[in-house]
């Protein structure tokens, strides 16, 4: 089939795959298809980063904090330590002369000021563009939220949305690596099957078919393999003993790349 399309690819290699258009990955999942998937994994990572940017401690994390001396003013005991007593700390520090911010904190047993008593020096992590946040610097434990946790989130998203796309991107490259170092030989239809992708209710998914050709290598060796077809009315047309064209190699012997089907 497509003599006249496929006369001026070489029987062997080396090929670049711009011969063939449809061997572009965007031939292979447009882009319009993969804008809804994006914007999903936009606002997973948006709502995320939004809730760790207006915690303090993820301010002062992700900005570029400074470390000024304060007082403490007062303490009580507090009950947010698991199986152990707390102590509420009261503190202010001035920043800029004339100018005091005041902070609170819950300390634990085992935090570096939780023995600290009304009077004493704390050294008091604040963002200078914005004092009112601030903490204890407190080396004993990180306080930062768990960053790595939450971008996590997008991830999952995108691995939700993999099977929409990784699939057909996945052939497409084997595809592409065996028509640029593979060989190319005429070979016949025996068998065509079917075969559809993961797609989530209400998402339109995407077919391809498996294609079973049988040929000759130019050593006299007979091989039947597997090639992969997204093109559907190109399946309609091979029925058993078409004559294709194929690209092969030796190291994966059980699969070849039908060349008609990347024509477009």
């Known amino acids: 089939m497509f003599e006249d399309q496929l006369a001026h690819v070489p029987t062997?290699?080396?090929r670049r795959p711009e011969t063939l258009p449809g061997l572009r990955p965007s031939a292979v999942v447009p882009r319009s298809a993969l804008f809804l998937p994006l914007v999903f994994v936009a606002?997973?990572?948006?709502?995320?980063?939004?809730?760790?940017?207006?915690?303090?401690?993820?301010?002062?994390?992700?900005?570029?904090?400074?470390?000024s001396q304060g007082r403490v003013l007062s303490t009580s005991d507090a009950s947010a330590c698991r199986g152990s007593g707390g102590h509420r700390?009261?503190?202010?520090?001035?920043?800029?002369?004339?100018?005091?911010?005041?902070?609170a904190a819950t300390l634990c047993e085992g935090s570096l000021y939780y023995s600290v008593k009304a009077g004493d020096?704390?050294?008091?992590?604040?963002?200078?563009s914005d004092?009112?946040?601030?903490?204890?610097?407190?080396?004993?434990?990180?306080?930062?939220?768990?960053?790595?946790?939450?971008?996590?989130?997008?991830?999952f998203m995108l691995l939700m949305l993999?099977?929409?796309?990784?699939?057909?991107?996945?052939?497409?490259?084997?595809?592409?690596?065996l028509f640029c170092r593979g060989r190319v030989v005429k070979a016949t239809v025996v068998f065509a099957?079917?075969?559809?992708?993961?797609?989530?209710?209400?998402?339109?998914?995407?077919?391809?078919?498996?294609?079973?050709?049988?040929?000759q290598t130019p050593s006299g060796e007979r091989r039947e393999a597997v090639a992969w077809c997204p093109n559907d009315w190109l399946l309609n047309q091979l029925a058993p003993g078409a004559k294709v064209h194929v690209a092969y190699t030796d190291g994966k012997r059980d699969r070849v790349a039908l060349l008609e089907a990347f024509l477009r």
Do not use: H
């Not at 700390?89 to 902070?103: D, K, L, T």
């Not at 434990?141 to 946790?149: E, G, S, V």
């Open 12 to 14: 062997d290699p080396p």
């Open 43 to 67: 606002l997973f990572a948006f709502f995320p980063l939004s809730i760790l940017i207006s915690a303090p401690t993820m301010r002062l994390a992700l900005g570029v904090g400074k470390t």
């Open 89 to 103: 700390v009261i503190y202010a520090f001035s920043p800029e002369p004339s100018r005091e911010f005041r902070g």
């Open 121 to 128: 020096a704390v050294e008091v992590q604040f963002l200078p």
């Open 131 to 155: 004092p009112a946040v601030n903490v204890l610097r407190d080396d004993s434990r990180n306080t930062a939220p768990p960053l790595a946790f939450f971008m996590l989130m997008p991830a």
């Open 162 to 177: 993999s099977p929409m796309f990784v699939p057909q991107m996945r052939e497409a490259l084997r595809a592409r690596r």
């Open 193 to 215: 099957k079917k075969c559809m992708t993961a797609s989530w209710p209400g998402w339109p998914g995407s077919s391809g078919s498996e294609v079973f050709v049988d040929f």
